[in-house]
């Protein structure tokens, strides 16, 4: 399928197919699931494109054809993928001949300018950008990795703010269990709340601050389950007994270890927790890698 698009040079990844036809360099990027296609060109000219539009519509009526920011973007779906040459082929053909015809010209997608451009992943973001506008990305991201390096990171002050952080998903976890709501989908929020906590309190997270994090996330579920338990207890016995909510929290290792079925529910409901707090964990991660700030940006084919 590759090879049948017309001009085509390189596939990048698993979904974008990169070409140049008639002097136009253009991308194509399809969704698997969809099977939508968007086509793009970088372009300048008159922004006027109707008798553009009516020639390709005569090709495919359901295609969507925008041209803004000096971006000619064709959206178009496919029943199999396996026709994108076929259906894009006339496409490419009669778009660039109009371009060619009226004048367009390419531009670079950042600076907007009629210069030689590249095939870029910056970032992530592929797109045709020229030699000047690489340097220029290129500047920017040793500025914020060296940048990142010289960020200092607060330890206690992200300490203090993972312990805040974890307080609204604990509280949303006794709110669930009130509701009679699975209670384990709160460690989702408390381990997201605490890697977010640090980091705003401790202005950086690195190695340290994301076990840090991570840690106090996992404890935040300990004690919110625990509090729900001691609030199951307090409730079952206060009007049999003279107890507080905190004599119930000390009798938690009691019917642990004395009722099978207070042990076996404590256990699932925790186990729940924790395995859904991970969904959470990869927050801290996240954060933990803009902190440290890697970057991608390169020339595509080179």
């Not at 399928?1 to 017309?6: A, E, H, V």
């Not at 359901?62 to 026709?83: A, F, M, P």
């Not at 030689?116 to 992530?124: F, H, Q, S």
Request: charged letters at 25%; glycine letters at 8%.
């Amino acid at each position: 399928m590759d090879k049948n698009i017309n001009g085509f040079k390189i596939k990048y990844g698993g979904n974008i197919y990169a070409g140049n036809i008639n002097g136009f360099n253009y991308l194509i990027k399809y969704d698997n699931t969809s099977l939508v296609y968007n086509l793009y060109f970088n372009i300048l000219g008159k922004e006027d494109i109707k008798d553009l539009s009516k020639e390709i519509k005569k090709i495919d009526k359901d295609i969507t054809i925008i041209y803004k920011n000096n971006v000619l973007s064709i959206v178009g779906s496919l029943r199999e993928i396996k026709d994108l040459a076929k259906v894009i082929n006339p496409i490419l053909e009669n778009i660039t001949k109009y371009l060619k015809d009226k004048n367009y010209k390419e531009i670079c997608k950042h600076c907007k300018e009629i210069k030689k451009v590249y095939l870029t992943d910056n970032e992530g973001e592929i797109n045709y950008f020229c030699d000047d506008c690489y340097k220029e990305f290129i500047k920017i991201a040793e500025y914020k990795k060296n940048n990142s390096k010289n960020v200092k990171e607060h330890t206690f002050k992200g300490i203090v703010g993972a312990i805040i952080g974890i307080i609204p998903g604990i509280l949303l976890w006794l709110l669930l269990s009130y509701l009679k709501l699975e209670p384990g989908i709160a460690g989702i929020f408390i381990t997201m709340g605490a890697a977010l906590g640090f980091k705003h309190f401790g202005k950086v997270m690195k190695v340290s601050g994301l076990v840090i994090s991570i840690i106090i996330g996992l404890l935040g579920v300990l004690i919110a389950h625990e509090l729900n338990c001691s609030i199951y207890i307090y409730n079952l016995y206060k009007t049999d007994f003279l107890i507080n909510l905190w004599d119930a929290y000390k009798s938690i290792p009691y019917y642990l270890s004395r009722n099978n079925e207070f042990k076996e529910s404590f256990t699932n409901a925790l186990s729940i927790g924790l395995i859904l707090s991970i969904i959470g964990i990869f927050s801290s991660y996240s954060l933990y890698r803009q902190s440290i700030y890697t970057y991608q940006i390169k020339r595509i084919g080179e």
